[in-house]
């Protein structure tokens, strides 16, 4: 869900994704929004626009990440877990 301040307004970005997201962070320009979520066997890293309608796509595939650290002043994220 993100709210809107500025216009008083909810949304929910992830109404048509069916999975439960995990370890959220955002990108230094907060307008990206990365996160694990589980599918099947694996964890994949996805990233998403910070607006409504935005689409998930996963960056880090085939391997089964437990949690991730996003360093504020640089385009990098660490990750923990198993490939």
């Given amino acids: 869900m993100l709210y809107d301040r500025a216009a008083g307004r909810i ?3 992830t109404e048509t994704f069916d999975r439960s997201a995990d370890e959220l962070a955002w990108s230094p320009d907060s307008k990206t929004i990365y996160f694990i979520a589980e599918n099947e066997t694996q964890k ?6 910070a607006r409504f309608g935005a689409q998930q796509k996963q960056i880090v595939a085939g391997t ?3 949690e991730f650290l996003s360093a504020r002043t640089a385009k ?3 990750l923990s877990g198993r490939a």
Avoid: G, H, K, S
């Avoid at 994949?44 to 626009?49: H, Q, S």
């Fill in 64 to 66: 089964y990440n437990t």
């Fill in 44 to 49: 994949p890293v996805y990233a998403m626009a």
């Fill in 11 to 13: 949304e929910n970005l």
């Fill in 76 to 78: 990098r994220l660490f």
